[in-house]
C-alpha cells in the first residue's frame, strides 16, 4: 500500500484510492473519528472508524499522541475545511499513549509552559508552524545563493581566532579539569593542547570567509556560531545560526542591496511556500494582540507586517543622523530610554527599536557607524571631521527585532588595516594569513551577517528567541 503523508493527502482531489498513513493522535470523538497529524502540516487528517471495525479494547488505546498506522480509503468529506478524509479499514497502534501522564492537552498551552517541556513542544501547532517556517527559510537560503553563484563555503567550528573582538568565545580545550599543565607564570599552558594554542568556538565565520571570497569572487557559510554573553534577552542565545555572505568586487552599496533583496527573497519564499504555517501564526498572534490593552497593541498583524516588507523598500540613514533623531525624539525628552544616547555611542536594542517601530515605521538600514564601536576589519570612510573617524558598516533593522544584520565594506588597504589592528591591540602577526588577502591581489569587497533566528523570529511573528530554534543554549540552560 501506498504511504502518503497528511499534508499531500489533503491536497489531493482523488478519491476512492486506498492509501496509508502514519501519525499521531491529536483527538479522539465519539469512538469514531479521529484527528491523525504526523507533523507535515497543522491541518490533521480525519480517519473515520466505523463501528464494528475495531473492538472494545483496542478503541479505549487509541489516546491522545498514540501513533497509529492507518490504511483505507480516501473519500470526499462532507465536514467543513477538508476535502477528504480516510475511511479506515485497517488500524494498527504502533505505539501507546498513557493519556493521564502526557503533558500536551488538546488545547492551548502557555510558550512559557511548552519551554518548560521543550523536549516534547515539537508536537504542538504552534511549534510546528515555526519549525516547518524555519526549515523552509534554510533551504531559501542555500536556493538564494546558489542561484547567484556564490560557493557555499564551511568555515571552521574550532578556530584560533576571535573575529568580533568581543570576548565572547567559548574556550575548547583537551587539557585536564583539575591540574592543568602551568606556564611559569601561572597561567594555564595551550601549547600542551590537542590544538597546541588557546582555541575557541568561532563567534563567526568571517575572517575565514574572506579568504573564500578573495578567490571564489563570491561565497557564502551558513552554520552554527557561539557567543558566551551572559545576557538574558529575547535576542540572544549562546548557540546561534549565522549566514554570512562574503564579495570581492562589491562596495556597501552593493553590500546593502544584496541584504536587503535577500532578506525580502527570504520572507517571500515562507509566504509562498508556508502559507498555511502563516497563517495559522497570524491568527494566533491577532488573538495574543486582542489579550492586550489598546495602546499595546501592534498596529499591523504579522502577514500584513510580511506583505509590507517584501513590497516597500527600507529607509536608509546614516548613524549620525540616527542618533540625531534620538536625540530629538519624545522619548529622550521625556527620558523614557534606560541607555544613554549620543554621537559615539553604540545603540542598544530599545533606540533601534524606535527607529524602526515609532520613526520609520519600516526596516531600517544604518550606514557609517563611528570606527570607536566597530570591529577592526571595517573600511575607514576618507575624508572624515578628526575625531569624528567612521567606518563603512551597515546594520539593518527589524521591526519588533532590533539589529538582524551586522556588516561592512572591509578594510582592503594593507596599511590602513594594520595600523588600526595595532591600535586596537590585535595581534598583527598571529592574524598574518588573513592580511595575506590584502597582500596578494587585494579588492574591495564586502559582506555581512544574519542571525538566523532573528530572522525567524521576524518571520513567525514569536517575540522570544528560545522560541524559533529547536534546541535553546542560553545560560543556564543545557538539559539536554
Ligand atoms: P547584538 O548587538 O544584537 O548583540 P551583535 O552586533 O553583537 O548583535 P554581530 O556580531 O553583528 O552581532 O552578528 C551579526 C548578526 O548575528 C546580528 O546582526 C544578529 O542578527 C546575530 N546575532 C548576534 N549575536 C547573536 C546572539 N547571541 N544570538 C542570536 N543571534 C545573534
Ligand atoms: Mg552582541
Ligand atoms: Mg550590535
Ligand atoms: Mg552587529
Known amino acids: 500500500n501506498k504511504r502518503i503523508k497528511i499534508k499531500a493527502l489533503l491536497q489531493t482531489e482523488q478519491t476512492g484510492e486506498e492509501v496509508t498513513v502514519m501519525g499521531w493522535v491529536r483527538t479522539f470523538r465519539n469512538n469514531q473519528f479521529i484527528a491523525l497529524n504526523d507533523g507535515s502540516t497543522n491541518n490533521n487528517l480525519q480517519v473515520v472508524v466505523e463501528l464494528g471495525l475495531l473492538d472494545e479494547a483496542t478503541l479505549k488505546r487509541i489516546t491522545t499522541s498514540a501513533s497509529l498506522k492507518v490504511t483505507g480509503e480516501v473519500v470526499a468529506s462532507v465536514g467543513k475545511g477538508q476535502k477528504v478524509e480516510l475511511k479506515a479499514k485497517a488500524v494498527e497502534i504502533l505505539g501507546d499513549c498513557d493519556a493521564e501522564k502526557y503533558p500536551l492537552q488538546p488545547k492551548k498551552h502557555s510558550l512559557e509552559f511548552l519551554r518548560e517541556i521543550a523536549h516534547l513542544r515539537f508536537r504542538t501547532n504552534t511549534f510546528g508552524a515555526v519549525f516547518r517556517i524555519r526549515h523552509s527559510l534554510a533551504f531559501a537560503v542555500h536556493k538564494f545563493f546558489n542561484d547567484k553563484g556564490f560557493v557555499y563555503l564551511h568555515t571552521p567550528i574550532i578556530t584560533a581566532s576571535d573575529a568580533e573582538g568581543a570576548g565572547e568565545m567559548f574556550r575548547v580545550s583537551t587539557l585536564p579539569f583539575d591540574n592543568p599543565p602551568r606556564t611559569e607564570a601561572g597561567a594555564i599552558d595551550f601549547t600542551e593542547d590537542f590544538f597546541g594554542k588557546s582555541t575557541n568556538l568561532t563567534v563567526s565565520g568571517q575572517l575565514e570567509g574572506e579568504l573564500g571570497a578573495t578567490a571564489f569572487s563570491e561565497i557564502y557559510t551558513f552554520g552554527p556560531t557561539f557567543r558566551a554573553e551572559n545576557s538574558n534577552t529575547t535576542r540572544h542565545l549562546a548557540e546561534f545560526w549565522m549566514i554570512e555572505p562574503e564579495m570581492a568586487f562589491c562596495d556597501i552599496e ?20 508556508n502559507a498555511d504555517d502563516l497563517a495559522f501564526l497570524d491568527q494566533r498572534l491577532a488573538e495574543e494582540e486582542k489579550q492586550k490593552p489598546q495602546a499595546e497593541r501592534s498596529e499591523f498583524g504579522l502577514l500584513e507586517k510580511l506583505r509590507f516588507v517584501t513590497g516597500n523598500k527600507f529607509e536608509r540613514i546614516t548613524y549620525t ?13 521625556k527620558k523614557k530610554f534606560k541607555y544613554e544616547v549620543g554621537w559615539g555611542i553604540d545603540m542598544q536594542s530599545e533606540h533601534e527599536r524606535y527607529l524602526v517601530e515609532k520613526h520609520f515605521k519600516k526596516p531600517v538600514i544604518v550606514t557609517n557607524y563611528p570606527a570607536a564601536i ?4 571595517m573600511r575607514l570612510n576618507d575624508g ?29 588597504r594593507l596599511q590602513k588595516l594594520e595600523d588600526r589592528m595595532k591600535a586596537m591591540h590585535i595581534p598583527v602577526e598571529e592574524m598574518s594569513w588573513y592580511l ?30 528560545r522560541d524559533v530554534i529547536p534546541f535553546a543554549r542560553t545560560p543556564k540552560n543545557c538539559e539536554f
Do not use: W
Request: net charge negative.
Open 254 to 273: 552593493d553590500n546593502m542591496n544584496l541584504a536587503e533583496e535577500f532578506i525580502q527573497y527570504l520572507i517571500s519564499y515562507a509566504m509562498e511556500h
Open 321 to 333: 543622523e540616527a542618533i540625531q533623531i534620538l536625540l530629538d525624539s519624545p522619548a529622550y525628552k
Open 374 to 377: 566597530k570591529a577592526f576589519y
Open 384 to 412: 572624515c571631521e578628526p575625531g569624528r573617524e567612521t567606518v563603512a558598516a551597515m546594520d539593518i533593522l527589524a521591526p519588533g527585532i532590533g539589529e538582524i544584520v551586522g556588516g561592512s565594506q572591509r578594510e582592503e
Open 436 to 465: 595575506d588577502t590584502r597582500r596578494f591581489g587585494t579588492v574591495p569587497h564586502a559582506g555581512f551577517g544574519l542571525g538566523f533566528e532573528r530572522m525567524v523570529q521576524f518571520v513567525t511573528g514569536m517575540t522570544n528567541i
